[in-house]
């Protein structure tokens, strides 16, 4: 007769690890999942207290207003522009920090620092580099060129994209160093050996061993490039020029209307869309390694 077997979570070491768990999960379950919960059943009610059952109305509302498509937009082009332009940089300085060099605690020290640099101090510096009186624009004048209100023109996604390289540069650049320190050195020795050259280590040693690294950078670049909103929000305010309004001055602005269904149904999609691609990205990069082995 066989024996009952317990599931493998309330074994012995799946028991503690649930017990160890279970306050940040409780915490995480009643501040966040909860309350977005809700939220997505009021994206489809048409009020939140008493409200009915509308389906699908609210999300079609919503992609026929122009402000969320301008906000989604330009959301999107902020991150396609600024992202693979932070992982070539973080990753070029990550491979350049990873050789012997002078000064290199101190690089990455000065890459790290923007980090620690609280949000106002941040915007304050750019703030006195962009303005019309402002470095920038003393330096395109010394040169013949005309001044450009930075804030006010197209020019403004190219400053938020700076802002957003700035800042986040250092933190990708230790991540990849981590993740090129962990590649044994064997693998360089026997490309040598088989006569490989620089250029074919890198792509056939560097780059193919660093895929879960950079997976893992790419969807924390993501993340991070949807939290620009704090130094957008100080530098233009609550409605910026149309090339900077993204999705969460739209959330912002639906909340201090008190439109609810149109703020829900927003975050909603926004997180639908960072689901389905965190989670094409982790595919591909598991099929990869599974190639791989």
């Known amino acids: 007769m066989n024996r009952f077997k317990l599931p493998p979570w309330l074994r012995k070491d799946g028991a503690a690890a649930v017990l160890f768990l279970a306050p940040s999960m409780s915490g995480f379950s009643l501040f966040y999942m909860v309350p977005f919960a809700m939220g997505v059943y009021y994206s489809f009610t048409d009020k939140v207290h008493g409200g009915s059952f509308v389906g699908f109305a609210n999300y079609r509302e919503l992609l026929s207003g122009s402000s969320f498509r301008q906000a989604a937009f330009n959301s999107m082009l902020f991150t396609g522009i600024g992202v693979p332009i932070l992982i070539a940089l973080s990753l070029i300085l990550a491979l350049i920090l990873n050789r012997r060099l002078w000064l290199k605690n101190g690089l990455q020290t000065a890459f790290v620092l923007p980090l620690v640099v609280p949000v106002a101090s941040i915007v304050m510096i750019w703030q006195i580099f962009i303005d019309w009186n402002g470095a920038l624009n003393a330096l395109l004048h010394s040169v013949g060129l005309s001044r450009v209100d930075w804030l006010n023109s197209n020019g403004s ?8 390289i700035w800042k986040n540069l250092g ?121 791989l082995e």
């Open 171 to 291: 933190y990708n650049m230790i991540l990849f160093l981590a993740g090129l320190q962990s590649i044994p050195q064997s693998y360089y020795e026997t490309a040598r050996i088989e006569g490989a050259g620089r250029l074919r280590q890198l792509l056939g040693v560097t780059i193919v061993y660093l895929i879960p690294t950079i997976v893992f950078v790419i969807l924390i670049s993501i993340v991070n490039s949807f939290k620009v909103f704090r130094e957008t929000y100080m530098l233009a305010g609550d409605y910026p020029y149309d090339r900077i309004y993204m999705m969460q001055h739209y959330m912002n602005n639906m909340f201090f209307s008190l439109d609810v269904q149109k703020l829900t149904a927003a975050a909603a999609l926004m997180v639908g869309f960072i689901v389905v691609l965190a989670t094409g990205l982790l595919t591909v990069e598991r099929r990869f390694q599974e190639n």
């Open 157 to 164: 996604i190219t400053v938020l994209i700076a802002i957003y």
